[in-house]
């Protein structure tokens, strides 16, 4: 089983002008960051042309295939049966992103494979952690 789980999916890039546009995007997890999940949009997703990543808990999008969440900038919603919402608040504006609710599981299904739910703080190096910031003080 890998270590790192990098999973590609489309998803539909929500906007009005000029038109709402399917993105190749990237749902990445790291058992070393185990209670985060990072979603990648290539340079064509943004406006100045770089590519975006978002970080959050993976808590969050576990419980927005169920129902409403958001904390802070990042927000999810199921969206009828097979589709899920996300916002994403930024200064510039909010990006809406649709995903496939299949695709979501799939990944968050190999997430918790790697690492389950409640054992993330077992595969968490909070030694090491503090020693890296401590040599960088």
């Known amino acids: ?10 998803a539909r890039l929500i906007a009005s002008e000029p038109r709402s546009q399917q993105i190749p995007t990237a749902l990445r997890y790291d058992p070393a ?24 808990a ?9 129902g409403p969440v958001g904390v802070g900038d ?6 009828g049966p097979r589709t899920v919402m996300a916002e994403f608040h930024t200064v510039e504006g ?11 599981r799939c990944f968050l ?11 993330e ?5 909070v030694d090491g952690d503090l020693a890296a910031l401590l040599r960088e003080a």
């Open 1 to 10: 089983m890998p270590t790192v789980i990098d999973h590609a999916v489309q």
């Open 33 to 56: 960051d185990p209670y985060a999940v990072r979603v990648v949009f290539p340079p064509q997703a943004s406006l100045d042309g770089a590519e975006v990543a978002w970080t959050f």
């Open 58 to 66: 993976r808590e969050l999008l576990t419980e927005g295939l169920r």
């Open 74 to 79: 990042v927000h999810f919603w199921p969206c």
């Open 94 to 104: 909010v990006a809406m992103v649709q995903f496939e609710a299949r695709d979501l």
């Open 109 to 119: 299904s190999m997430a918790y494979g790697l690492v389950a739910r409640g054992d």
């Open 121 to 125: 703080a077992r595969h968490l190096d």
